[in-house]
T-cell receptor, first 115, second 114 residues
């Protein structure tokens, strides 16, 4: 079975602070895909990044960066110099062939960035 | 390029009624997936349609059913509504049924069952 754990339920930071959102996943499949989505109050899930299990290269996109470590089954997300607009719920998700590539989501981390 | 759209945005029903939610996939996408998101939870996979056929199903009872049309738009039908069906229903489309593809989500339909 597949499982995604986001242990941090809520995080509150002051603007310009760096913040890391943790994601730990479980799967026995050797081929899998990991995702991060952002859900602002409007409700729509906004795609941020996709990683496959054979690509452990970390990625940076502007103020966002992702650290994928297969050894610890983690796919953490860091926001540098946070801004108020970053306030949202962030979801980590996993998809594998055995589940028909359906997205298995964690429970999400609610991030509040205050001025 | 038009994104994923869903209708209606909000809906209020009473227990025992039936409801139909609609989704138009993003241009060029032939796969639609439906998810249910209860308050404070992550989305849960309901089912997926690929080229008008159900391509996978999550742990939801048969009263949750769906359709996909030749233009790849889709419907989610829920019969005999229960109070616990109150949730945000999200539709996502992708270029194919492969896990290599990213699923892009619509704005969702908020269903309240009284």
């Amino acid at each position: 079975a597949q499982k995604v754990t986001q242990a941090q339920t809520e995080i509150s930071v002051v603007e310009k602070e760096d913040v890391t959102l943790d994601c730990v996943y479980e799967t026995r499949d050797t081929t899998y895909y990991l995702f991060w989505y952002k859900q602002p109050p409007s409700g729509e899930l906004v795609f941020l990044i996709r990683r496959n299990s054979f690509d452990e290269q970390n990625e940076i996109s502007g103020r966002y960066s992702w650290n994928f470590q297969k050894s610890t089954s983690s796919f953490n997300f860091t926001i540098t110099a946070s801004q108020v607009v970053d306030s949202a719920v962030y979801f980590c998700a996993l998809s594998v062939l055995n589940s028909g590539y359906a997205l298995n989501f964690g429970k999400g981390t609610s991030l509040l960035v205050t001025p | 390029e038009t994104g994923v759209t869903q209708s209606p945005t909000h809906l209020i029903k009473t227990r025992g009624q039936q409801v139909t939610l609609r989704c138009s996939s993003q241009s060029g996408h032939n796969t639609v997936s439906w998810y249910q998101q209860a308050l404070g939870q992550g989305p849960q996979f309901i089912f997926q349609y690929y080229r008008e056929e159900e391509n996978g199903r999550g742990n939801f009872p048969p009263r949750f059913s769906g359709l996909q049309f030749p233009n790849y738009s889709s419907e989610l039908n829920v019969n005999a509504l229960e109070l616990d069906d109150s949730a945000l229903y999200l539709c996502a489309s992708s270029p194919s049924g492969s896990g290599r593809e990213t699923q892009y989500f619509g704005p969702g339909t908020r269903l309240l069952v009284l």
